[in-house]
Structure formats: C-alpha cells, structure tokens
C-alpha cells in the first residue's frame, strides 16, 4: 500500500537573535545604513562578537572568523560606495533598504539565510545569503516556485526516508503491483488494470521507504503561493520575495532567499527596475 507524506514547504525558524542598529533619520522616517563600516570588526578575543560605540551608539555584530568581518567590510564598503537607485541588504540587522541617491525610499524588515548546513549522502547544502553586489534580473507576479533538491534531502533526513530521482518516460514497479510514471507532466499510478491516475500535487511522492523526487518542469515539481505575490530575481536561485509565513520576517529563517512582507515586496515590484543594483552585506 501507499503511503503519502504532507509537504512541509516552510522552513523551521532559527532561534538565533542578533541586535540591531538603533533607527536613523531620514526624510522618510525610516532606518538607513551607517557609514560607520570600518570600526566594526571581528576580535577573537570577544567570542567573535565586534562591538563599538560611536555618537552614543552601541552597535553589536556577529562574525565567525576575522575572514568573515573582513568580507563583511569589503561588502559593506561597496555599498556605502554606491550611488543612484538601489537596494541594500544588511543581513545582519536582517533590514533592506531602497535608496536614491541619498534619500531613503523604502525601509523594510526581512527574513534571510538561518546559516545551517543539511547533509544527506555524499552531499551537503550551506544555506546562507551571499554578500556583495547583484542585479535585479527579472521580475514576476504570481511566482511558481520549483523547489531545489535540498528541499527533498531534507524532508527525507526529518522523516528518515531514501531518495529516489523519478523521470520522465520512466516506469517504477511497485511491491502492490501498481506503476508509478509521468504522464502529460503529472505524476501517477497506473493500476493493475492499467487506468492511470494523477497523484496530488501538494503532497511528496512517498511509496515504501522512498521518497521520489518529481522532474523539474512536472506538476508535481511546482508550488504556488509559496514565494508570495511577487519576486525579483538576483541570478544563482537567490531571490527578493514574498512569503505565507509572516512570522519569519525579521529572522534568520530561509535557505538563502531574501523574504519580505507583502506591502514591501510589491512596493520592489513596481518601483525597482530590471537591472538594479543590490548590494549585500
């Protein structure tokens, strides 16, 4: 008999808590990035933890190695350095802002990158938010997104499945005499009588200890409403999108992605042009 396994599409949220940089005004009356980059650095001696207090500030900024403050600083430089309109993304404040010139458009909490690593095999996945500069290179209403492998390795290291690659034109024979297959895009069984029937597309494909992992471009392989109303992509999968899970935002919670709430992310959409620059730090 078969077995069917709910998705579990939204990620479990990190505990991790970070302070943030108290508010600065700007003609919008919202937050914008300090200039004060180079005096927060990593110090081994304070359990990588770089404070500094500047014009009756205290600031507080998490760093694993002297080369990870380092990289922060280069990136961060890099937007401090920028001009015209842009966005700029502090993954440590876990804050984005849309900025022309020197005024401050759009000041917004985000969710990104929770830092943890998966394994399952041979393989194994870094779930961070890359630093430096990137570029809006698409926008998208009603995004569809088709999850990456990592999302099947990791819903069969929680419920201590095996992973199976299912393709098109293939035919796997099933202990209770059925077929499972890929027919006109949708998964399904082809009974002992031969009628097909498709699988339900909100749930994995699990038959015995197996979870199977649909072709990319199948029913099956696409979710909707999960990346929100809106995205603008950044290239390599990493995207600015929406989200059903509002409760992330603000926390370190996503597998690389940059999740914004809904007034937010559709304010990017229709103000942010294709080809703009996002600096991330």
């Known amino acids: 008999m078969s077995r069917t396994l709910q998705i579990r599409w939204i990620a479990t949220l990190s505990a991790a808590i ?20 180079a005096k927060r650095m990593w110090h081994p001696s304070k359990d990588s933890v770089a404070s500094v207090d500047d014009d009756d500030e205290s600031v507080t900024l998490h760093f694993n190695s002297r080369e ?20 700029v993304v502090s993954l440590q404040e876990r804050h984005l802002w849309a900025i022309a010139g020197r005024d401050t458009l759009l000041s917004a909490p985000v969710a990104v990158a929770k830092g943890t690593t998966l394994e399952y095999g041979s393989k194994s996945w870094r779930f961070t938010t890359p630093r430096g500069m990137r570029t809006v290179l698409s926008k998208d209403a009603d995004p569809i997104w ?24 293939e035919k796997v024979h099933l202990d209770d005499g059925r077929v499972l297959t890929i027919v006109n895009g949708s998964a399904g069984l ?19 200890d197996y979870l199977y992992i649909p072709p990319m471009g199948s029913k099956n392989r696409k979710v909707e409403g ?30 690389g992605c940059i999740r914004l709430r809904d007034e937010d992310i559709e304010w990017l959409y229709d103000n942010v042009p294709v080809g703009t620059k996002v600096y991330i730090y």
């Open 190 to 208: 082809i009974d002992t009588d031969g009628a097909f029937g498709e699988l339900p597309t909100d749930e994995h494909i699990v038959f015995g």
């Open 68 to 87: 990870d403050s380092l990289s922060w600083l280069r990136a961060r430089n890099l937007a401090h350095k920028a001009n015209g309109l842009r966005l």
């Open 18 to 37: 970070l302070l943030v940089i108290p508010s600065l005004a700007t003609a919008q009356g919202g937050r914008h990035p300090r200039s004060d980059a």
């Open 226 to 255: 999960e990346l929100g109303k809106y995205k603008l992509s950044l290239g390599d999968g990493y995207l600015l999108h929406g989200t059903p899970d509002k409760q992330s935002i603000g926390m370190a919670a996503t597998h």
């Open 146 to 169: 088709q999850p990456p492998e990592w999302l099947y390795a990791e819903t069969a290291v929680e419920n201590g499945l095996r992973l199976r690659r299912l393709n098109y034109g």
